[in-house]
């Protein structure tokens, strides 16, 4: 079964350096996610995107954050200047179409010392 | 009104016991209603979802049941087993209103089913 893939499974990161959190969609998939989970809390929306462009973001996705589809299979988040707090794990899930199931990655562990 | 609030926190539930987690939510606005299933180092995964023009879905031994009118739906887990033990979320998402698809996530149950 295509599964949505992330890499890398645990980033650890000076606080104030840059992060990118890489995810490869499954393959026929249209709309593209961004969540990310505090420890031991829910799963927070961040960020949505499709064609090319973000569709919806939420406040925590401010300007310290970024995401691109460099090319035909990568979706990627950017964090610009780390700080504690974005200490999360981060999830990729990918849907074919507007509100269809979406399919999440295993995540990648961010932790910002 | 965003928010989805889920219940309960936690539950234990003997094997073969039905084990009941509820959601509610506010914004009329949502009409998708998916559950997610999340073992520790995993990513959630689909279990089940329920759209508002049904008030029950039946999946194996998953049932999501729905009420509209109360803004409510639930999941029940019949003939429980250990290898259910996991966290479960309920979400909420909706089509229209500009909102591109984000599910809104409750806080999750953490399941045990004792052997």
């Known amino acids: 079964e295509p599964e949505v893939t992330q890499t890398p499974s645990h980033q650890v990161t000076q606080m104030g350096q840059e992060v990118i959190l890489r995810c490869v969609p499954i393959?026929?998939?249209?709309?593209f996610y961004w969540y990310r989970q505090i420890l031991g809390q829910k799963v927070e929306f961040l960020v949505s995107?499709?064609?090319?462009?973000?569709?919806?973001k939420s406040e925590i996705f401010d300007d310290q954050f970024s995401v691109e589809r460099p090319d035909g299979s990568n979706f990627t988040l950017k964090i610009r200047s780390t700080k504690l707090e974005d200490s999360a794990m981060y999830f990729c899930?990918?849907?074919?179409?507007?509100?269809?199931?979406?399919?999440f990655g295993d995540g990648t562990r961010l932790s910002i010392l | 009104q965003q928010q989805v609030k889920q219940s309960p926190q936690s539950l234990i539930v003997q094997k073969g016991g039905i084990s009941i987690i509820n959601c509610a939510y506010e914004?009329?606005?949502?009409?998708?209603f998916p559950w997610y299933q999340q073992f520790p180092g995993k990513g959630p995964a689909l279990l089940i979802a329920?759209?508002?023009?049904?008030s029950e879905k039946k999946e194996g031994r998953f049932t999501i049941s729905f009420n509209k009118s109360a803004k409510q739906f639930s999941l029940h887990i019949m003939d429980s087993q250990p290898g259910d033990s996991a966290t479960y979320f309920c979400?909420?998402?909706?089509?229209?209103?500009?909102?591109?698809?984000?599910?809104?996530f409750g806080k999750g149950t953490k399941l045990s089913v004792k052997p």
């Open positions: 899930a990918s849907s074919e179409g507007h509100n269809q199931p979406q399919h």
């Open positions: 393959s026929n998939h249209l709309y």
């Open positions: 995107f499709y064609n090319n462009e973000i569709s919806e």
């Open positions: 914004n009329t606005a949502f009409d998708y």
């Open positions: 329920i759209r508002p023009d049904v």
């Open positions: 979400a909420a998402g909706m089509d229209y209103g500009g909102s591109q698809g984000n599910l809104i």
